[in-house]
């Protein structure tokens, strides 16, 4: 079992920055692959970016390509999405996720969701 808290989402204009922070608890962290998906009002959740247990293999959706980067740091059990160059479109609530694929299944363990919300 793990259990995903995520943080650090707020308001920002648009061209900002937020970063999302996950932690996770359980000492089988280190061996999930682990993603980011959001879900916008009226719009199904939507994979954003993946990255393996490793650490070493990323991959993103093509929206935020460029912009968003996920890393993770295993010492804090904490995976994190550096979102830059925000636009109005990538307002959502942003969900980590727990033992999918990096390239977009998702795994049964979800956090609660952190809202993002970037003005124009």
């Known amino acids: 079992q793990v259990q995903l808290v995520e943080s650090g989402g707020g308001l920002v204009q648009a061209g900002g920055s937020l970063r999302l922070s996950c932690a996770a608890s359980?000492?089988?962290?280190?061996?999930?692959?682990m993603t980011w998906f959001r879900q916008a009002p009226g719009k199904e959740r939507e994979f954003v970016a993946g990255i393996s247990w490793t650490g070493s293999n990323t991959y993103y959706a093509d929206s935020v390509k460029g912009r968003f980067t996920i890393s993770r740091e295993y010492a804090k059990s904490t995976v994190l999405l550096q979102m830059n160059s925000l636009k109005p479109e990538d307002t959502a609530v942003y969900y980590c996720?727990?033992?999918?694929?990096?390239?977009?299944?998702?795994?049964?363990?979800w956090g609660q969701g952190t809202q993002v919300t970037v003005s124009s």
């Open positions: 996720n727990a033992g999918g694929t990096r390239t977009g299944t998702h795994g049964p363990f």
């Open positions: 359980g000492r089988t962290f280190s061996t999930y692959t």
